[in-house]
């Protein structure tokens, strides 16, 4: 039998045969929520194993038996000073290698990282399960927001209620127009782009200690610029007001290493442009365009705090199902830590 180790990674040094194996091990944690998925590719795999932007670092860690992987730890550290104070955790074990100690290592790891990084909170999110749950609670990091994530597939679009939503919205005759772009935003929308995405600070974080990152044009180019490494492009909806001013926007992933699988990005209506239909005009419009433009496209995934019941209401009536929840869990590192510690006193 194999010791387990756990150890930091630097996506650059990660050889073929190691992003394979984190191929596969993604692939079997998903296969647990949905066998029929196709496997995640390599290609998929290496872009995960990215090291962060100007605005945000992301620390990777892997745990081995011998030669091979049987979990993963995703840290994010957001520069922020609002966030400067959360290790952010996300851990992955191979069902086949779960209650070995793998993840309490990774764990560990990822603490002595957030002591280094002078980190008070812990944010751990993941798969809302029974498994993960017993894992969460023994080292007392309590539930604090549950995502529903959804699906819509769009072989079963109702493209006649996309057709209504788009023709319908008040905004419509009141002359808001919509203006929309596939990957970089261009220059001369850019600033009503970011006010229209701020909407985003409205969402909920129900009893989480987190605040949605700012907003600003630097963010946004450097975010871009990070997703076409990584193979992503972002298709965007953007609806401005009579006055050419910014109203809602809406915003979808594709990504080159997953090309059957859309991943809805933000969604937001400025405060006064609420109550015209405009989230469903811009919604209904995206949809149509996939279909139109991007026949690859067979999903489009979303997540939605299950206290965010306006956006959930959208997604409900265009078609969208429950696919899986997430659970997020928070608290401080000094009582995550003093947990593991007496976890460990008491397996001796």
């Known amino acids: 039998m194999n010791y387990i180790t756990t150890r930091e990674?630097?996506?650059?040094?990660?050889?073929?045969?190691?992003?394979?194996?984190?191929?596969?091990?993604?692939?079997?944690?998903?296969?647990?929520?949905?066998?029929?998925?196709?496997?995640?590719?390599t290609g998929f795999a290496r872009g995960e194993l990215h090291g962060g932007t100007a605005v945000r670092t992301m620390r990777r860690l892997f745990a081995t038996?011998?030669?091979?992987?049987?979990?993963?730890?995703?840290?994010?550290?957001h520069h922020d000073d609002a966030n400067k104070h959360i290790l952010g955790v996300y851990l992955q074990v191979h069902p086949t290698h779960r209650r070995q100690g793998a993840g309490t290592m990774l764990l560990e790891h990822a603490?002595?990282?957030?002591?280094?990084?002078?980190?008070?909170?812990?944010?751990?999110?993941?798969?809302r399960s029974e498994v993960s749950a017993a894992f969460w609670d023994t080292f007392a990091l309590p539930e604090k927001q549950v995502e529903r994530m959804s699906r819509l597939?769009?072989?079963?679009?109702?493209?006649?209620?996309?057709?209504?939503?788009?023709?319908?919205?008040t905004a419509r005759p009141a002359g808001y127009t919509l203006h929309s772009w596939l990957g970089a935003c261009p220059d001369e929308l850019l600033t009503?782009?970011?006010e229209a995405y701020r909407a985003m600070y409205d969402a909920p974080f129900d009893e989480l200690d987190l605040s949605m990152p700012e907003i600003t044009e630097e963010s946004i180019r450097v975010?871009?610029?990070n997703h076409a490494d990584r193979g992503m492009t972002e298709r965007v909806v953007l609806a401005?007001?009579?006055?050419?001013?910014?109203?809602?926007?809406?915003?979808?992933?594709?990504?080159?290493?997953?090309?059957?699988?859309?991943?809805?990005?933000?969604?937001?209506?400025?405060?006064?442009?609420r109550g015209q239909g405009l989230g469903r005009w811009i919604k209904a419009e995206m949809v149509m365009q996939l279909l139109e433009?991007?026949?690859?496209?067979?999903?489009?995934?979303?997540?939605?705090?299950?206290?965010?019941?306006?956006?959930?209401?959208?997604?409900?009536?265009?078609?969208?199902?429950?696919?899986?929840?997430?659970?997020?869990?928070?608290?401080?590192?000094?009582?995550?830590?003093?947990?593991?510690?007496?976890?460990?006193?008491?397996?001796?």
């Not at 603490?111 to 798969?127: F, H, M, N, Q």
């Not at 597939?153 to 919205?169: F, P």
């Open 240 to 273: 401005l007001d009579p006055d050419c001013a910014p109203a809602a926007v809406t915003e979808i992933a594709l990504l080159s290493t997953r090309p059957w699988h859309a991943w809805q990005q933000g969604t937001s209506t400025i405060a006064a442009h």
């Open 192 to 194: 009503k782009y970011v």
């Open 65 to 77: 038996a011998g030669d091979e992987i049987v979990g993963l730890g995703e840290l994010e550290l």
């Open 111 to 127: 603490l002595k990282i957030g002591i280094e990084e002078d980190r008070s909170s812990v944010l751990a999110w993941g798969v």
């Open 293 to 348: 433009e991007h026949p690859e496209v067979a999903v489009i995934e979303t997540g939605n705090a299950s206290t965010n019941a306006s956006m959930l209401n959208i997604n409900n009536a265009m078609g969208f199902e429950v696919h899986e929840e997430e659970t997020a869990r928070q608290a401080s590192l000094v009582d995550v830590l003093a947990a593991v510690e007496a976890h460990r006193s008491s397996r001796g």
């Open 153 to 169: 597939r769009l072989a079963d679009v109702d493209q006649d209620l996309m057709t209504e939503w788009r023709t319908t919205s």
């Open 9 to 41: 990674i630097h996506v650059e040094d990660v050889t073929d045969s190691e992003v394979q194996q984190v191929a596969d091990l993604m692939s079997a944690c998903a296969a647990e929520v949905d066998p029929k998925d196709p496997p995640f590719t």
């Open 223 to 225: 975010t871009e610029t």
